[in-house]
């Protein structure tokens, strides 16, 4: 995969009688990596992931409508919660529309409330923060654990982002 390459740099590999193609898409740790480079298309592969927890946390929920809310809850929270958010830290510069309605429609699976209730009532219910908040947190987590010293191109990449008072 090549990030905004020339027709050169996206020949296909020739190794040991193996030709490797070249590809637009891949994931490495749960991590989506696109050509075009843009969080937009990054985000919307995370999207289509996740849609595919909120399904199976959805069968869960039907098949075990006796278990009590607290259980629900952790399961909702270990399984969809940070399939949701996983990667969260490096959306330094989008908010995620795609992430927010599966956070919201994983919110309302665990007290069982239709899908017409407020998103604002089934948090409060659940007694979780709104995606942004929980984003914001990660993310102010994930920028302390750099240390200039260690990390000068970091460093001075926040530094930019300081200076030009931008979004990132």
Not at 12 to 39: M, Q, S, W
Not at 45 to 69: A, C, E, W, Y
Not at 72 to 96: D, F, N, Q, R
């Amino acid at each position: 995969m090549v990030l905004r390459g020339d027709d050169k740099d996206t020949a296909p590999l020739t190794a040991r009688n193996a030709i490797i193609e070249r590809t637009d898409h891949y994931v490495y740790l749960g991590e989506h990596f696109c050509a075009d480079g843009k969080l937009n298309s990054i985000m919307q592969l995370q999207s289509k992931d996740t849609q595919k927890h909120i399904n199976g946390i959805s069968m869960f929920q039907k098949r075990n409508d006796f278990v009590p809310f607290c259980l629900k809850k952790k399961v909702l929270e270990a399984c969809v919660l940070l399939a949701i958010l996983y990667g969260a830290e490096s959306w330094l510069t989008k908010k995620p529309e795609h992430m927010e309605k599966h956070y919201h429609t994983a919110v309302k699976l665990a007290p069982g409330v239709r899908h017409t209730t407020p998103n604002s009532l089934s948090l409060l219910e659940i007694g979780w923060p709104d995606i942004y908040s929980l984003i914001y947190e990660r993310r102010a987590v994930f920028m302390r654990s750099f240390n200039s010293q260690e990390e000068p191109l970091f460093f001075c990449c926040k530094t930019l982002c300081q200076d030009a008072n931008t979004p990132g």
